[in-house]
Nanobody, 114 residues
Framework: VQLVESGGGLVQAGGSLRLSCAASGSIFSIDGMGWYRQAPEKQRELVAVMTTGGITNYPDSVKGRFTISRDNAKNTVYLQMNNLKPEDTAVYYC?????????WGQGTQVTVSS
């Protein structure tokens, strides 16, 4: 199983970005997916999660600005990020629970300038 992320980049504060993460390989079940981020010298933190039933959850820091979604046919999860702030600057990682194992994407840099 491989996860490939795309969509990071540099954006001004108030702007938007959409991240994608596509899973491929021998996939028999997907039991959840999410996005995490890690800023320099900080711990990795959850920014969005979605269960197989479509229930989503976000921390207060991104609630109302970030939206997680998925395309089941493409085994792809998305993270729409609006009204970005400089404090959103981090490497963003997608995460899938596939075949009862956890997989991580390679990470994509998001930089928000003030």
């Amino acid at each position: 199983v491989q996860l490939v992320e795309s969509g990071g980049g540099l954006v001004q504060a108030g702007g938007s970005l959409r991240l994608s993460c596509a899973a491929s390989g021998s996939i028999f079940s997907i039991d959840g997916m999410g996005w995490y981020r890690q800023a320099p010298e900080k711990q990795r933190e959850l920014v969005a999660v979605m269960t197989t039933g479509g229930i989503t959850n976000y921390p207060d820091s991104v609630k109302g600005r970030f939206t997680i979604s998925r395309d089941n046919a493409k085994n792809t999860v998305y993270l729409q990020m609006n009204n970005l702030k400089p404090e959103d600057t981090a490497v963003y990682y997608c995460n899938f629970l596939i075949n009862k194992r956890t997989y991580w994407g390679q990470g994509t840099q998001v930089t928000v300038s003030s």
